[in-house]
């Protein structure tokens, strides 16, 4: 007797799309969501096509896609920023325009951090700016000065930058006093659009090593949108890839990276360490498991050969 086809809560719902990358309990869900610029215009275009999608609560999720494959408009979605033309976003299980007049609560639990988010500083010093958003819920005193030091220590801010005005300090660490301010709000996601635009190799790396940690140490669901492959290949647990106004692939990390086939037929690439390791295996040379990072290429390589620390086999 043939087995009994699983019918997702997508397909119970509107019958016309399978959710990807299912999750048993997902912090967000996408169901067949739709979002139209300029609709009923000369000028209309579908950024998101039908997508139907889950985050898996907990994770640190990258997206990726070129420019026009509807990641930003995703994740502007996720916290209300703007409302799907069709189908419904799903903050655990509930639809976040389900009450309109509370979607700034919505914005307290989904905290976004958009482009450039350095451009949006405005107080007289670092701690003020962080505490902004703190302050904005009600807090008490002593719980925002407890979150400003905890969100500047995950992102790096030394105590002494704390009462300096934020203009004078660097473009990263602008970026970094702009990024703990949304964490300092203890959001149960974050979104992250870019955050490491235009920044050095070494400010990157400071900036998503911030960012990692504090998603391991509070069990934050974050979201990273990225046009880095190394980046989502070192710091990422899933991935999910947009073209073309819809998901192509959305899985782990490890089942992502294996698809170099799929990603280049949208322009897309994979980490240089991978393409590497797929080309030793075409001649023969296996691993264990695939390699995303150097540091990932260079234990394997050297557990292959038998390698000791001095590099002599």
Not at 69 to 81: D, H, I, P, R, Y
Not at 238 to 253: E, F, Q, T, W
Not at 274 to 289: C, D, S, V
Request: proline share 5%; hydrophobic share 40%.
């Amino acid at each position: 007797m043939a087995k009994k086809k699983k019918i997702t809560v997508a397909e119970e719902m509107t019958a016309t799309a399978e959710i990807i990358h299912p999750a048993e309990n997902p912090k967000l869900r996408l169901l067949n969501v739709s979002y139209i610029y300029s609709k009923g215009t000369p000028f209309e275009m579908k950024a998101l096509d039908t997508v139907s999608l889950d985050i898996h609560a907990g994770k640190l999720t990258g997206i990726i896609g070129h420019t026009g494959s509807g990641k930003s408009t995703m994740v502007q979605l996720f916290n209300g920023l703007t409302t799907p033309t069709m189908g419904k976003v799903l903050l655990d299980g509930t639809d976040i325009w389900e009450k309109p007049k509370e979607i700034g609560k919505i914005r307290f639990r989904v905290g976004m951090v958009m482009q450039y988010p350095e451009y949006q500083l405005f107080e007289e010093t670092v701690a003020a700016d962080i505490a902004f958003g703190p302050k904005n819920m009600g807090l008490p005193q002593e719980e925002i000065d407890e979150r400003v030091t905890e969100a500047a220590a995950f992102v790096g801010l030394s105590p002494d930058v704390m009462e300096q005005s934020p203009f004078d300090l660097s473009g990263g660490q602008k970026r970094r006093v702009a990024i703990a301010g949304i964490m300092a709000m203890r959001p149960e996601v974050l979104v992250l659009d870019e955050p490491a635009a235009g920044l050095d190799p070494q400010g990157r790396r400071a900036i998503f090593t911030g960012i990692k940690q504090y998603n391991r140490q509070t069990g934050c669901t974050v979201i990273i949108v990225s046009h880095s492959m190394e980046d989502m290949a070192e710091f990422c647990d899933d991935v999910v890839v947009m073209a073309h106004a819809k998901v192509l692939m959305a899985g782990s990390r490890d089942e992502i990276f294996t698809h170099a086939d799929k990603l280049e037929s949208v322009g897309l690439d994979i980490p240089q360490i991978t393409r590497l390791a797929l080309m030793l295996e075409k001649e023969g040379i296996t691993f264990p498991e695939s390699l995303y990072t150097v540091n990932y290429a260079a234990a394997a390589f050297k557990d292959l050969f038998g390698l000791e620390k001095g590099g002599r086999a």
